[in-house]
C-alpha cells in the first residue's frame, strides 16, 4: 500500500559487493537535511561483509530497513523489491559506492512535489577520484522542468550512442512506476532507462543541474558487465525502437523517418560494439556475439564486414590503444 504522507519519501539503496563504499553511501542519506523518510537497503546476495555493515546501521536508525536476497536477482530484481517494499508516494532510487549531497533529497523533493506534471527528478553527475576530490562535472540542462516530449524526442533520440541523460539515480513517482509494470528484466542493467522514456510519454521531468551526487570515474560494479557488450547494446538497441514508434504512432511520415535515424543510430553504435569486441576480447568471443543481432537482422550487416575485416582490424586497433598510452 502506497501511504500518500505530505512529506515522507522511500529512499531505496541498491547494493551488490561494494561493502566499503556503501558506509560512505549510508552516511550521507542519514546526514540528509530532509529527514521524514525510511532507507530501504536492497543486498543483492553480496558475498563481502555488507549484511555486517547495514545491519549495524539499522540497530542505531529505526528508519532503516535491511533486505538481504537469498540469491542474485541482477539490477532490475533488487530495485523492484525495493519500490515494492516502500510506503511512501515519492520514491528516491540511490546506487551503492555513490556519495550524496546532504541537501540532495530535499532538493529532490521541492521539485517533484511542487510540480504536478513532473514525473521523475533527476540531476547533474559529479565525477571524483580515488580521494573523492571532483574532476568533473557533467551538466547537460538548465536547472527546472523539461517537457517529457523534448527531453524524449530531442535528447534521447538524438544521441548517436544510444545512451541516456539520467543516470539511474531520480526521484519518481511510485503510482507511475507501478502502473508501467515496474522495471522491465528484459533490458538487464539499463531497464531503468526503459522506464524513464516510457514516463516520458505523459510526464514532464525536472533537471536539478547543481553536482549533489558524486560517482567515482570508472565505476564498474562487480560482475555488473558478466554478459557481453552486444547483449548490452541490443538491449538499448531495442529500447530506442519501441519508443520512437510509440512516441511517432499518430504520424506515418515521421514514424518512417524517426526510424530511418534510429536504425542509423543502432548501425553506428553496434559497428562501435563489435569493434570494441574486436579490440579487447576472442575471435570466439566476437563470433558468439552474433548471438544476440537476430532480433535485428539488419545489425547483422557491420558484424559481417567486421568478420572480413577481422585480422587487420584487431592489429590496426590493438596499434592504436599502444600508441596512445605511450602518448
Known amino acids: 500500500m502506497i501511504l500518500n504522507a505530505f512529506n ?33 537497503i536492497c543486498d543483492d546476495c553480496s558475498p563481502d561483509h555488507t549484511e555486517e555493515i547495514c545491519r549495524e546501521f539499522a540497530a542505531k536508525d529505526s528508519r532503516i530497513k535491511y533486505f538481504r536476497h537469498a540469491s542474485n536477482k541482477e539490477m532490475p530484481g533488487n530495485c523492484n523489491f ?9 520514491v528516491a532510487i540511490l546506487h551503492d559506492g555513490d556519495r550524496f ?25 559529479a565525477e571524483t577520484d580515488e580521494y573523492d576530490n571532483t574532476v568533473n562535472v557533467i551538466c547537460e540542462f538548465p536547472e527546472g522542468i523539461i517537457k517529457g516530449e523534448t527531453l524524449l524526442k530531442s535528447v534521447f533520440f538524438r544521441r548517436p550512442h544510444l545512451d541516456s541523460p539520467v543516470y539511474g539515480e531520480a ?3 511510485k503510482n507511475l512506476i507501478m502502473e508501467y509494470g515496474l522495471i522491465k ?19 514532464d521531468a525536472y533537471y536539478c543541474a547543481d553536482a549533489i551526487i558524486f560517482c567515482p ?49 543502432a548501425l553506428y553504435h553496434t559497428t562501435y560494439s563489435l569493434l570494441l569486441v574486436i579490440k579487447n576480447y576472442t575471435f570466439k568471443y566476437f563470433i558468439t556475439s552474433a548471438k544476440h543481432l537476430v532480433r535485428q537482422p539488419v545489425l547483422f550487416l557491420p558484424w559481417a564486414i ?21 602518448f
Open 8 to 40: 515522507m519519501v522511500s529512499i531505496v539503496l541498491v547494493t551488490y559487493n561494494r561493502a566499503e563504499r556503501l558506509k560512505l553511501s549510508i552516511q550521507d542519506i542519514l546526514k540528509q537535511t530532509f529527514t521524514e523518510f525510511e532507507l530501504i
Open 82 to 90: 525495493g519500490i515494492m517494499e516502500a510506503r511512501y508516494s515519492l
Open 101 to 125: 549531497r546532504e541537501d540532495l533529497i530535499q532538493k529532490w523533493y521541492n521539485a517533484i512535489s511542487k510540480n504536478d506534471s513532473v514525473g521523475f527528478v533527476f540531476n547533474s553527475i
Open 171 to 173: 526521484m519518481v513517482r
Open 185 to 203: 528484466n528484459e533490458f538487464g542493467f539499463y531497464a531503468d532507462v526503459d522506464l524513464w522514456m516510457e514516463l516520458l510519454h505523459k510526464h
Open 217 to 265: 570515474q570508472k565505476s564498474v560494479q562487480p560482475n555488473e558487465f558478466k554478459d557481453d557488450i552486444i547483449k548490452f547494446n541490443m538491449y538499448m538497441v531495442s529500447m530506442h525502437l519501441k519508443h520512437r514508434k510509440k512516441a511517432f504512432s499518430s504520424s506515418l511520415p515521421a514514424l518512417a523517418k524517426e526510424m530511418v535515424i534510429g536504425y542509423s543510430f
Open 306 to 326: 567486421l568478420l572480413f575485416l577481422y585480422p587487420v582490424g584487431r592489429v590496426t586497433l590493438r596499434t592504436l590503444a599502444i600508441l596512445i598510452k605511450k
